[in-house]
Nanobody
Framework: QVQLVESGGGLVQPGGSLRLSCAAS????????MGWYRQAPGKERELVAV???????NYGDSVKGRFTVSRDVTKNTVYLQMNRLNTEDTAVYYC????????????????WGKGTLVTVSS
């Protein structure tokens, strides 16, 4: 019902920057929140950033001050600008959205992207 397409991952040197994008499509009725989690090898998935429909943002402690989440409501797209990257940011980054759909307008549901790999290495 809802599809997420992520882009922007890749290899970057320590101190560098990357910008991830995630476009949501399908039978979306309303979007409550969009954001990013990440999972590094051997570690649990952790929140990176989220932005709500009202524009409120929240960040994981390890990325505060370096990453910025934003959105384009006209495109149902969420972005993650990542600056001052370090090796500990290496992970698969997963986009997610919390939405109601045309078919289910009462209860919200969470959809996930397939993930995009970010590798920070010299």
């Amino acid at each position: 019902q809802v599809q997420l397409v992520e882009s922007g991952g890749g290899l970057v040197q320590p101190g560098g920057s990357l910008r991830l994008s995630c476009a949501a499509s399908g039978s979306i009725f309303s979007i409550y929140a969009m954001g990013w989690y990440r999972q590094a090898p051997g570690k649990e998935r952790e929140l990176v950033a989220v932005i709500t429909s009202g524009g409120t943002t929240n960040y994981g402690d390890s990325v505060k001050g370096r990453f910025t989440v934003s959105r384009d409501v006209t495109k149902n797209t969420v972005y993650l600008q990542m600056n001052r990257l370090n090796t500990e940011d290496t992970a698969v980054y997963y986009c997610y959205v919390i939405v109601t759909t045309v078919q289910e307008r009462i209860r919200s549901a969470t959809y996930w992207g397939k993930g995009t790999l970010v590798t920070v290495s010299s």
